[in-house]
T-cell receptor, first 112, second 113 residues
């Protein structure tokens, strides 16, 4: 069964304390992995797309990496404004459909 | 600011009402999506339109009726909804179907009385 699992469910960091979020997947027909950020009451905001193992993308304090089984979102020296839920989604293609399969997200809180 | 605009932001309706949600994008995207998101859960796909034609219906009850009048607009018509349909309804668009990133609006918060 196709599955996308994110860990931890929740993460509390002190400002400046770097950490990583994990997204592991068992999906056949993978065609890309996406990271989104979602603030309360808002829609998901697109961050990164990764297509192949070994690929890395960076944006400000965020860096996303991809292996054959999982992806990491590294947050370097986070600030309180980085507090949000981070969602990972895998684009799966099968014979009759293609869709994003989302993980349940990691709720990140960064304290000053 | 998001480039996918959804209206209204909030909607309260009774179970016998008929209402519509509206989504608009001007990025030239040819694929548009409706998702439903419950509190502290990830978005769940409902419908996909590709080049203004319905291409995926994820077994959504008929009380939800999508419509794509043109390449920039997507509507979701609601009728005889149930309390469990209360959720955040998100619209998204992408350049086309396939592994392109989807860009989301901020959603309509729907409450069914």
């Amino acid at each position: 069964e196709d599955q996308v699992t994110q860990s931890p469910e929740a993460l509390r960091l002190q400002e400046g304390e770097s950490s990583s979020l994990n997204c592991s997947y068992t999906v056949s027909g993978l065609r890309g992995l996406f990271w989104y950020r979602q603030d309360p009451g808002k829609g998901p905001e697109f961050l990164f797309t990764l297509y192949s193992a070994g690929e890395e993308k960076e944006k400000e304090r965020l860096k996303a990496t991809l292996t054959k089984k999982e992806s990491f979102l590294h947050i370097t020296a986070p600030k309180p404004e980085d507090s949000a839920t981070y969602l990972c989604a895998v684009h799966r293609v099968s014979y009759n459909t293609d869709k994003l399969i989302f993980g349940t997200g990691t709720r990140l809180q960064v304290f000053p | 600011d998001t480039e996918v605009t959804q209206t209204p932001k909030h909607l309260v309706m009774g179970m016998t009402n008929k209402k519509s949600l509206k989504c608009e994008q001007h990025m030239g995207h040819r694929a548009m999506y409706w998702y439903k998101q419950k509190a502290k859960k990830p978005p769940e796909l409902m419908f996909v339109y590709s080049y203004e034609k319905l291409s995926i219906n994820e077994s959504v009850p008929s009380r939800f009726s999508p419509e794509c009048p043109n390449s920039s607009l997507l509507n979701l018509h609601l009728h005889a909804l149930q309390p469990e349909d209360s959720a955040l309804y998100l619209c998204a668009s992408s350049q086309d179907r396939g592994q392109r990133p989807q860009h989301f609006g901020d959603g309509t918060r729907l409450s069914i009385l």
